[in-house]
Nanobody, 125 residues
Framework: VQLQASGGGLVQAGGSLGLSCAAS????????MGWYRQAPGKQRELVAS???????DYADSMKGRFTISRDNAKNTMYLQMNSLEPEDTAVYYC????????????????????WGQGTLVTVSS
């Protein structure tokens, strides 16, 4: 199972950027998915999360500016970021709780958290 994040880049303050995170591999289902970010010298923090049925949660500083969504048919999650600020500069990571079959135990499953490789978002002032 792999998560592939894409869409980062350089944008001016006030601009917009969209990120994608695609899951691939052999799995039963994707449960909650989320975006995190880590700015230089800071701890990784939650940006937003979305459940398998579309319930969303946002960090306070992202509410009203960022929108998380997912397309279950494409196993892909998105993050639309508007009104970007220099403080939004960070490496953005996606993660997901994914249920897979246990190869050695027929009909049994396990759920693990997987992380994407991160995509850099730079907002210039």
């Amino acid at each position: 199972v792999q998560l592939q994040a894409s869409g980062g880049g350089l944008v001016q303050a006030g601009g917009s950027l969209g990120l994608s995170c695609a899951a691939s591999g052999d799995f039963v289902r994707i449960n909650v998915m989320g975006w995190y970010r880590q700015a230089p010298g800071k701890q990784r923090e939650l940006v937003a999360s979305i459940s398998s049925i579309g319930s969303t949660d946002y960090a306070d500083s992202m509410k009203g500016r960022f929108t998380i969504s997912r397309d279950n048919a494409k196993n892909t999650m998105y993050l639309q970021m508007n009104s970007l600020e220099p403080e939004d500069t960070a490496v953005y990571y996606c993660n997901a709780d994914i249920t897979t079959w246990i190869v050695s135990i027929p009909l049994r499953t396990t759920t693990q958290t997987y992380w994407g490789q991160g995509t850099l978002v730079t907002v210039s002032s």
